[in-house]
């Protein structure tokens, strides 16, 4: 955590600091630092992993004649920085006081400005003070991977891993209704908002400088897929030896750790292959998965099966149902910001599980979006045939399905037919249509839409494949707004670090050719990375349909947790936002079977627990307190 003073630096502020870093200690209880001159203090709680002994933060750096220079606090892993430390040494002379990684974030910078940024290899979130200069620099890696939230203040602006920790120099949290809307439709607030409207996000890809009380932020990475062809049987070999080797590179680094590394292993093909790149780093490889004993929703015997294949030590975690409902508050707490993605409970469970084992895990976020493993990625093929048609015929079509019983197949294609891409398809998520929205939402704002989130990112595609346009749209919205938030923060949650193998930036650079012939072939998803991975992953594996960690909510809300959830929305005081009559109408018909209402009703429970939590101060989960030693 850190506050950069426009002014003077107030007394107040690093005991706000200090108060911050209590509520974030489950990122780092192995130690805590916080160091302040006059117009800076810096917080930094240590989840220890590189150089143990002597990589501790705020991290000081200098030259022989400036030592005091710089000072950093960075949350994450530059897993280059061997690299980056030698280059530095030799070209530039840089001295290093420690083993660690940070070090070549803060000399990289001095020697080569801002642009350095565009050199590490990692995930990252950090601020750099330059104390000579009077001036901050900081940056969010490539992908969204770290989180990186931000206040302004009126003496001066305020980061932090966590929006909790902000908040004891902004107080009490209040409901941004724009980022609420979104989070309907979407269930996540999306960058840079936050539900909280005194809060916003540093976006992925981006870097900041603040100097002379002014903020400025500038995207470094544009990510573009811009597809080359692969003709004739070599061509395609090569292709999947490029896919191969670089995902071995990047296993190999993310293997890079003073503490001892396992991996999550769900069943798909993402996380098996992971897993079997990194048994050839480490022969004791643990791996660790949940599951509820649901019918349909385990994937235990086929992450058995496949721990089996790869000669690895499987380690489950079996969910209850009252672990759910009793749990979500607490969830929600770490969360900061609601996610209304029920995955968030498993991945929980088998964090806790696998920090009873290992310090670090990999896991296989991020394939899907490289290379193109939504099953939703082939209706740009089966909708076709409507491309070309006449805009009028099309909208006559829409106006057909309009009029069409619900449940009539052939419905939702021609609804979906008759749309746009960029107004049909706003990303993997889609709780509530915007349509659905007057009625449940007390003020519903018709000017609020999903376009504000995707549009910036489909104008940037215009002339790309139809796959590589929600494929872009995916890394700004669906990756950093869902997929990473509820992988760190439930990791974290349990002081257990994520590695992604696959977010990596030279990953990014094989896949973002890969055309769409070779990601959507043989009526299936990932085609080209499937066969690239044909000698590592098992074959029960290769083709399996994707599940993840499935929830039985869909069960659940029929049973015994209806009356929990009938609790949350007749007790929550959040009757300014939603209706509660039309939240128990979905829930009730829900019960009832008249439709699958489990996504909608999770989604306004979450919220009204973050309420409940942020806003009106009714539930206080019991957080487990970490106790390590302060130095100040």
């Known amino acids: 955590m850190t506050f950069i003073s426009t002014g003077t630096l107030r007394a107040e502020r690093v005991d706000q600091v200090r108060a911050g870093m209590v509520q974030q200690?489950?990122?780092?209880?192995?130690?805590?630092?916080?160091?302040?001159?006059?117009?800076?203090?810096?917080?930094?709680?240590?989840?220890?992993?590189?150089?143990?002994?002597?990589?501790?933060?705020?991290?000081?750096?200098?030259?022989?004649?400036?030592?005091?220079?710089?000072?950093?606090?960075?949350?994450?892993?530059?897993?280059?920085?061997?690299?980056?430390?030698?280059?530095?040494?030799?070209?530039?002379?840089?001295?290093?006081?420690?083993?660690?990684?940070?070090?070549?974030?803060?000399?990289?910078?001095?020697?080569?400005?801002?642009?350095?940024?565009?050199?590490?290899?990692?995930?990252?979130?950090?601020?750099?003070?330059?104390?000579?200069?009077?001036?901050?620099?900081?940056?969010?890696?490539?992908?969204?991977?770290?989180?990186?939230?931000?206040?302004?203040?009126?003496?001066?602006?305020?980061?932090?891993?966590?929006?909790?920790?902000?908040?004891?120099?902004?107080?009490t949290a209040e409901v941004n209704t724009r980022a609420l809307q979104h989070y309907l439709v979407l269930q996540y607030a999306p960058e840079p908002e936050s539900l909280d409207a005194r809060l916003t996000k540093i976006e992925s890809g981006c870097s900041f400088t603040i100097e002379d009380g002014r903020f400025e932020q500038t995207r470094y990475f544009h990510p573009v897929f811009d597809s080359k062809p692969v003709t004739g049987v070599q061509a395609q070999e090569d292709l999947y030896d490029r896919i191969a080797a670089v995902l071995d590179d990047s296993v190999a680094k993310h293997m890079r750790a003073d503490v001892t590394v396992g991996s999550f292993l769900s069943g798909g093909i993402d996380s098996t292959a992971i897993a079997a790149l990194a048994k050839r780093y480490n022969p004791d490889l643990l791996t660790f998965t949940a599951a509820f004993k649901a019918e349909g929703y385990s994937e235990n015997d086929v992450a058995d099966e496949s721990a089996k294949a790869i000669g690895v030590e499987h380690v489950t975690r079996w969910v209850t149902e009252e672990e759910l409902t009793r749990t979500l508050?607490?969830?929600?707490?770490?969360?900061?910001?609601?996610?209304?993605?029920?995955?968030?409970?498993?991945?929980?469970?088998?964090?806790?599980?696998?920090?009873?084992?290992?310090?670090?895990?990999?896991?296989?976020?991020?394939?899907?979006?490289?290379?193109?493993?939504?099953?939703?990625?082939?209706?740009?093929?089966?909708?076709?045939?409507?491309?070309?048609?006449?805009?009028?015929?099309?909208?006559?079509?829409?106006?057909?399905?309009?009029?069409?019983?619900?449940?009539?197949?052939?419905?939702?294609?021609?609804?979906?037919?008759?749309?746009?891409?960029?107004?049909?398809?706003?990303?993997?998520?889609?709780?509530?249509?915007?349509?659905?929205?007057?009625?449940?939402?007390?003020?519903?704002?018709?000017?609020?839409?999903?376009?504000?989130?995707?549009?910036?990112?489909?104008?940037?595609?215009?002339?790309?494949?139809?796959?590589?346009?929600?494929?872009?749209?995916?890394?700004?919205?669906?990756?950093?707004?869902?997929?990473?938030?509820?992988?760190?923060?439930?990791?974290?949650?349990?002081?257990?670090?994520?590695?992604?193998?696959?977010?990596?930036?030279?990953?990014?650079?094989?896949?973002?050719?890969?055309?769409?012939?070779?990601?959507?072939?043989?009526?299936?998803?990932?085609?080209?990375?499937?066969?690239?991975?044909?000698?590592?992953?098992?074959?029960?594996?290769?083709?399996?349909?994707?599940?993840?960690?499935?929830?039985?909510t869909r069960v659940y809300l029929k049973g015994d947790s209806y009356a929990w959830a009938r609790d949350i929305i007749t007790n929550s005081p959040t009757d300014e936002f939603i209706d509660p009559q039309a939240a128990m109408k979905l829930l009730d018909e829900h019960r009832a079977g008249v439709a699958d209402h489990s996504r909608r009703v999770w989604t306004i429970v979450c919220f009204m627990l973050w309420y409940d939590i942020f806003v009106a101060g009714t539930i206080t989960p019991e957080v487990p307190r970490p106790e390590y030693p302060v130095r100040l």
């Not at 006081?97 to 803060?106: P, S």
């Not at 642009?115 to 901050?136: N, P, Q």
């Not at 995916?474 to 869902?482: I, K, N, Q």
């Not at 509820?486 to 974290?492: E, F, I, L, V, Y």
């Open 25 to 171: 200690r489950h990122r780092g209880p192995d130690d805590t630092e916080i160091w302040h001159d006059d117009r800076v203090v810096m917080g930094f709680n240590r989840l220890s992993i590189i150089d143990i002994e002597n990589s501790g933060q705020p991290l000081r750096w200098g030259t022989p004649e400036e030592p005091d220079r710089y000072w950093m606090v960075f949350n994450g892993e530059i897993y280059n920085y061997l690299e980056l430390r030698d280059e530095l040494a030799a070209d530039d002379g840089a001295v290093f006081r420690t083993e660690g990684d940070g070090e070549a974030i803060v000399a990289g910078y001095h020697y080569h400005g801002a642009a350095w940024v565009s050199r590490l290899r990692g995930m990252f979130a950090f601020v750099i003070w330059d104390a000579k200069e009077k001036k901050a620099f900081g940056a969010r890696d490539w992908f969204g991977i770290k989180p990186l939230y931000t206040a302004t203040t009126e003496d001066g602006f305020a980061f932090s891993s966590e929006a909790k920790s902000l908040r004891e120099l902004t107080g």
């Open 329 to 552: 508050p607490l969830i929600i707490w770490y969360l900061d910001d609601p996610v209304a993605d029920p995955a968030l409970v498993p991945l929980y469970f088998v964090a806790n599980e696998a920090r009873k084992h290992v310090k670090v895990v990999l896991s296989g976020e991020g394939a899907d979006e490289f290379f193109g493993g939504y099953t939703i990625y082939h209706e740009p093929v089966s909708l076709a045939p409507f491309e070309k048609l006449p805009a009028g015929l099309r909208r006559g079509l829409g106006a057909v399905s309009r009029v069409l019983p619900n449940g009539m197949r052939g419905k939702d294609m021609l609804r979906r037919g008759a749309l746009r891409l960029e107004d049909r398809y706003y990303g993997n998520a889609r709780i509530f249509r915007e349509d659905q929205l007057p009625g449940l939402l007390r003020s519903y704002d018709p000017s609020i839409s999903f376009h504000d989130v995707t549009d910036p990112a489909y104008a940037l595609s215009q002339g790309w494949d139809p796959v590589q346009r929600m494929q872009h749209v995916d890394l700004f919205s669906w990756l950093r707004g869902d997929i990473l938030v509820k992988a760190d923060r439930m990791t974290m949650a349990n002081s257990l670090e994520l590695r992604v193998p696959f977010l990596d930036k030279e990953v990014f650079e094989v896949a973002r050719h890969i055309p769409m012939s070779e990601k959507l072939a043989e009526n299936t998803t990932k085609y080209a990375m499937r066969k690239a991975l044909e000698r590592i992953v098992p074959a029960h594996v290769l083709h399996r349909r994707k599940l993840g960690f499935p929830v039985p």
